[in-house]
C-alpha cells in the first residue's frame, strides 16, 4: 500500500534503546507510547495484530540499590556533627538543589542576601589526570 512503511520489529528498537544507555523508565515510556498507537490501530482494523505484545522491557532499577533522598532530620544530624567550615556546602547541596560541582564552586558574592537568591555561574570539575576545572555549569 502506498504510503506505509515497514513497521521495524519492536524488540530490536528496544535492544537498541537499552544499547544506546537510555533508562528503563524512559524505554517503557515511549514503549507505552508506541504500543498505545498499535493499539488503536488493531482496533480500527488498519492491522492485524499489535507488534508490541508479549516484548519483554528492560528492568528498572532495584529499590534496595536506588539512591535515597535524606530527610531534613537527617540532614540536620549531618549538619551537626560537619566542621563548622562545610556547613553551607552541606546546606547548599541538600536543601538549594545544587549540583556537586555547582555548590563547591559557590562564592560569597554569589548569595545576595537581601533578595534571598544564588547566582550559579560556575562549577568544578575534575578533568582526566584528576586536575580541576572551574568551568560554566550546565
Request: aromatic residues 4%; proline residues 7%.
Amino acid at each position: 500500500m502506498p504510503g506505509r512503511g515497514r513497521i521495524v520489529d519492536p524488540p530490536v528498537r528496544i535492544k537498541q534503546m537499552n544499547a544506546a544507555g537510555l533508562a528503563a523508565g524512559t524505554i517503557k515510556t515511549r514503549y507505552v507510547n508506541v504500543r498505545s498507537v498499535f493499539r488503536a490501530a488493531v482496533k480500527d482494523r488498519v492491522i492485524g495484530s499489535d507488534p508490541t505484545d508479549g516484548v519483554r522491557l528492560p528492568r528498572g532499577r532495584r529499590a534496595d540499590v536506588a539512591m535515597s533522598i535524606p530527610t531534613p532530620e537527617e540532614v540536620g544530624q549531618l549538619m551537626a556533627v560537619a566542621d563548622e567550615r562545610f556547613q553551607p556546602f552541606i546546606a547548599l547541596c541538600a536543601f538549594v538543589g545544587l549540583r556537586l560541582g555547582e555548590a563547591a564552586a559557590v562564592q560569597l558574592g554569589d548569595v545576595d542576601f537581601l533578595r534571598k537568591s544564588l547566582k550559579v555561574s560556575r562549577q568544578v570539575q575534575r578533568v582526566n589526570g584528576g586536575t580541576i576545572d572551574v568551568r560554566a555549569p550546565k
